[in-house]
């Protein structure tokens, strides 16, 4: 069994940053694909990235260039860098694990999930 736990979201005003944490425990963490997922009110939950073990990468449309995804073995642990952040990145976002290295894959294992707010 795998668990992931998610940490670091909040409230931040428009233009500002945000680094989301997932720490991860579980067989094969170290080798698996992860990625980070959201869901705004009223909407589908949506990808926004992926990394692979060796730190191959794959970002939606909407977040290429302001969100970066990585991840330190070691501590299995896997990040989200969130700069330039809008009102409509507001959702609670999840980390996953076990896919395949694609945005649009299909993760084994979810995360609780964990609130990013945006104020205008």
Request: net charge neutral; hydrophobic share 35%.
């Amino acid at each position: 069994q795998v668990q992931l736990v998610e940490s670091g979201g909040g409230l931040v005003q428009t233009a500002g940053s945000l680094r989301l944490s997932c720490v991860a425990s579980g067989r094969t963490v170290n080798t698996a694909v992860m990625g980070w997922f959201r869901q705004a009110p009223g909407k589908d939950r949506e990808p926004v990235a992926v990394i692979s073990w060796t730190g191959d990468t794959s970002y939606s449309d909407s977040v290429k260039g302001r969100f970066t995804i990585s991840r330190h073995n070691m501590e299995s642990t896997v990040y989200l860098q969130m700069n330039s952040l809008k009102p409509e990145d507001t959702a609670v976002y999840y980390c996953a694990s076990h896919m395949d290295l694609n945005i649009n894959a299909s993760p084994k294992y979810w995360g609780q999930g964990t609130q990013v707010t945006v104020s205008s």
